[in-house]
């Protein structure tokens, strides 16, 4: 039995190596084939990761009206894969690979079906890959690219996609880009316990059976112009008009009125929103870059604000850069918002939803990013590490804190 087995093995290895041999032939064939035909094939360019650390607290929490905790966690990952290469007409293909996931834990997701309104927390995963294609064209100057998206959590569904193009002038000084996409989400219509109707499940694992579906589907379109001023300077501008219908408020948002009646939110089956931006980077030498920013934001819900940010990037030495940033954003709420126990019965839509509320908001942090010449720790495949800290307030009490480490290996 022994040397049977001896057998076999011989016998496989020299099969496999007959084989190899093959496979090598194989490949050279196909290689010399592709120089001919001018086909190059699919390579790695760049892998990033980014892991990140949220937290957040504040005491306008919607789903219990406009009032109680608004504690939250968020620990994200997110892995993506770029790939490349070059077609029989000389276009550089390049494809993306996405993949990220959030877990979570939301004091006021608990809210929804407590019954003693306890601050005790709730968690659950949102993950939300995406794929993305695109076809530069260096003597056309232009670029054609599509994505596709999907996004999955405890209470919606969502698919979309976008598809873009750019063309830049002959001397690749100036370049118009645009860019349009649909986003079709599916929600569950969960309700708070004490609003819903009998038998009318709780949404939670076990207990979803008839319950409700509501779609939501949104659509955007971007125009850019892009221009390389100087030498020091360049600009972009940018309007981004977007389209929603379906249900647009949250089902387990909860409403006081003035007279302790508790209903709902409820807002409008559509919303036309449209920001303009301007981008302008100012290059002041070999160590410094100064970069900014300014959005103006108006939508059919009556709310306006005006963005404005700004970040510096330092290179201390060649391989250590510094990036601090500042960003402040100033918005008015939206006509159907009120606080807790402000609304009367006799409007048509409701909201206590402080994130479309009024206020004023600043994030402020700085970024270290390391990129030694011939990779850290000597690996020349690890191209870059970097940590990035950012603080965020607003005006009514909201306060996070976030922290991100991403490194990429090329």
Known sequence: MKKVIISIGIYCSAFLSVNAQNKTSELK???????????????????NLVSSYY??????????????????????????????????????????????MDYYSSASSDMIDSRSLSSASMTDLHFYPSVSWSRKDET????????????????????????????????NNTELSLKAGAFFDKWMAILPYELRPTSYPSGAEGDQGGIAFKNRNSYNA???????????????????PAFQEGLLSTPFHRVY????????????????????????????????IFRTFYRYYVDSWGMIAHTVSAETSYKINSFLSITPHYRFNSQTAVKYF??????????????????ISDFNSAFWG?????????????????????????????????????????????
């Open 55 to 100: 937290s957040q607290t504040g005491n306008n929490s919607a789903i219990t009206g406009g009032i109680g905790t608004e504690k939250l966690w968020d620990a994200a990952n997110s892995l993506d894969l770029k790939l490349s290469f070059i077609d029989k007409k000389q276009r550089t293909n390049s494809v993306v690979l996405d993949a990220a």
């Open 140 to 171: 056309k100057h232009s670029n054609f690219g599509i994505s596709a998206a999907y996004s999955t959590e405890w209470d919606y569904e969502s698919f979309g996609g976008n598809i873009s193009y750019s063309k830049s002038s002959k001397d």
């Open 366 to 410: 700085a970024g270290l990013r390391i990129a030694p010449p011939g990779g850290i720790l000597g690996n020349r495949w690890w191209n870059s590490l970097e940590v990035r800290y950012g603080h965020y307030n607003r005006t009514n009490g909201m306060v996070s804190h976030i922290i991100s480490l991403s490194t990429k290996i090329k």
């Open 257 to 288: 009125f003035t007279d302790n009646t508790l209903k709902v939110e409820k807002l409008p089956g559509q919303r036309a929103k449209l920001p303009m931006s301007v981008r302008a980077n100012y290059f002041m030498g070999d160590r410094l």
């Open 338 to 355: 009120a606080a807790y126990k402000k609304h009367a019965l006799t409007e048509q839509y409701y909201t206590s939803d402080y994130d």
């Open 222 to 240: 971007s125009i850019g112009v892009s221009r390389v001023v100087s030498k020091r300077l360049q600009m972009m501008l940018t309007v981004e």
């Open 29 to 47: 064939l196909a290689e010399a084939k592709k120089e001919k035909t001018g086909l190059k094939s699919l390579k790695i360019d760049e892998v």
